[in-house]
């Protein structure tokens, strides 16, 4: 049995009409795959953070999941084109962006009809509030409004994932030089690990960087250490993982997200993402205060969400009608299964 086979199984509809009586995703797919059937679903797949997630929500996830065809592509210059086409259309049209420590949102109050947003060193006043920052950050925001929003229900509900990645560079692609056809990692092709090393590596496309990433909470912590010891640590856990001496690299980079890189709902929360989303478009009815961002979209952790709520925002604050796809991603063939995905653009 695949691994989409495994939860096309746990998601039966006779399944999934039982799922008010389990805590979390954990105890739902254990009661249904069996503990060494979840134990062996996780070895291949490689990824075990949805469990503590709560079961309705993890659900609700998978479906919008399902909603994707796995013909999305991410830009070829990687995801960070999105912001930078975004920052380029917004100076187009005569908007300033100010980014950068000086420029952090500390506290949001309110002044007769209008928002007062402090920074370090500004202070400014809107008519119209839009919240585009994660729950983590934003949670520390204080002020009136702020604290407002932070006690809403729906709010409180979001579940953060943490994660963390690495990418390094090395002199030459040294993976290249495994022989062995059923060890061999192609580009893009990954290497999944379940024990206490890496979780998935994989080797970009024609060049000489791997990557990696992982949710555990340990390389985080590791993380907080002088850089050579998280350096030596990785070098020592691929060493490991690949069996075999490695080059070391010319440089490496890595990132934790600690407050959250994408999110689920709480367990006991009983309120669906889809509810989140509708509280997000206008979380005050009368007030124009607006709260956008992937995490308060189904679509959580894919850029797709964060585009989508602040569609709804623009709608909803501005009028501006909400865009259709471009023909070319509109549906031709809709899976009927897990099975009959193709995950590989989607995880
Ligand atoms: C490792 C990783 C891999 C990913 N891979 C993909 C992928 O392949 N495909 C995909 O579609 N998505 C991917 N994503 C998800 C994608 O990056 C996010 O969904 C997207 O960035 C969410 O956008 P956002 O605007 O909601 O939040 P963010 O991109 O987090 O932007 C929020 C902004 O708010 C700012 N901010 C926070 N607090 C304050 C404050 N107090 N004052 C001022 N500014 C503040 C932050 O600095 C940040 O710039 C990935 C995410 C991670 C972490």
Known sequence: MTCSQMLDYLLKREHVAQIHNFATFETFQHHFLTPEGSRFYFDVF???GDLKGSPEGVVEYYEQLSALSGKEIRPLKGMSAFVEALAKSAKSLGAKIYAGGDYKILSINKQANLFVVKTPKHEVKVGKLVIAAPPGSFG???????ERIQREHAFQSILPRPAFKGAAVYRRAWWEDILNEKDKLYPMERFLSNSDCLGWTLPHSASRVLQGWLVR?????ILKLPKQVMDGEIHRALEYKFNRKIPKPLSTVYQYWNEG???LQKPGSRISMKQVTDWAKRPFPGEQIYVVGSAYHPYRGYSEGAIISA??????GWQIPIPRPPQQWQRT???KSFAELDWRNIR
């Open 140 to 146: 520390n925001v204080s002020g009136k409004v702020a």
């Open 333 to 335: 063939h809709v899976p």
């Open 261 to 263: 890189a994408w999110y």
């Open 217 to 221: 909470e340990k390389w985080g912590e």
């Open 311 to 316: 569609n709804n925002a623009l709608n909803n």
């Open 46 to 48: 490689g990824y075990d």
